[in-house]
Nanobody
């Protein structure tokens, strides 16, 4: 059984930083691609960043390029999202997702992801 659990959310002032972590476990988990998505109140869920199984191929949404960094450590079963220069519009629930086909693809589409964590809230104040 695959399990994902996010941590690291909180409240930060604009311009500040947070690091979200997603601890994962399960069979063949190190071959999964992992993505981060977010959903702000009243908005659709949107792609933030993704990493293939090795961490060598990563993608970012345009609105986070240069500010967020996704990384994974397969020895510790953790994927992190380092978020810098946070803006109030980054306020959202952030979700870690795993794609069991991550050894052949890394997707920005949420429907490609099989497993989801419960999410962690990030609030950026002025």
């Amino acid at each position: 059984q695959v399990q994902l659990a996010e941590s690291g959310g909180g409240t930060v002032q604009a311009g500040g930083s947070l690091t979200l972590s997603c601890a994962y476990s399960g069979d063949n988990i190190n071959r999964f691609a992992f993505g981060w998505f977010r959903r702000a109140p009243g908005k659709e869920r949107e792609f933030v960043a993704a990493s293939n199984w090795s961490g060598k191929t990563v993608f970012y949404a345009n609105f986070v390029k240069g500010r967020f960094t996704i990384s994974r450590d397969n020895t510790k079963n953790i994927v992190n999202l380092q978020m810098n220069s946070l803006k109030p519009e980054d306020t959202a629930g952030y979700y870690c997702a795993g794609d069991s086909q991550g050894w052949v693809q890394v997707s920005q589409a949420d429907f490609e992801y099989d497993y989801w964590g419960p999410g962690t809230q990030v609030t950026v104040s002025l």
